[in-house]
């Protein structure tokens, strides 16, 4: 069973960047749909950034050009590097994986702070 632990985040100033990492472990990682989604305030939890077993990617419209989700297979984890940081990307950000899709992942880590202040 594969198991996420999210690390990185805190406060940065708009504008800023800030880099999540989310180690992986247990499961070949490697084939599964890896994800970052973000609950903002008081909002339901929305998917971010995609990267597929093939090392395709999607993103969110609200974060595209500004955020990279990426592999780091030497280090067993998955990457968001967010740059150009705004206010309403304040939120608790999650790392999922999921064998098949993403839209709907089954395991989740436990979540990581990003406050955004301007």
């Known amino acids: 069973q594969v198991q996420l632990a999210e690390s990185g985040g805190g406060s940065v100033q708009a504008g800023g960047s800030s880099t999540l990492s989310c180690s992986v472990s247990?499961?070949?990682?490697?084939?599964?749909?890896m994800a970052w989604f973000r609950q903002g305030p008081g909002k339901e939890r929305v998917g971010v950034a995609i990267?597929?077993?093939?090392?395709?990617?999607s993103y969110a419209e609200s974060i595209k050009g500004r955020f990279t989700i990426s592999k780091d297979n030497a280090k067993n984890a998955v990457v968001l590097q967010m740059n150009s940081l705004k206010d309403a990307d304040s939120g608790l950000y999650y790392c999922?994986?999921?064998?098949?899709?993403?839209?709907?992942?089954?395991?989740w880590g436990q979540g990581t702070q990003v406050t955004v202040s301007s």
């Open positions: 247990g499961g070949t990682w490697s084939h599964y749909c």
């Open positions: 999922a994986a999921d064998p098949q899709q993403c839209r709907t992942p089954n395991y």
């Open positions: 990267i597929d077993s093939d090392s395709s990617t």
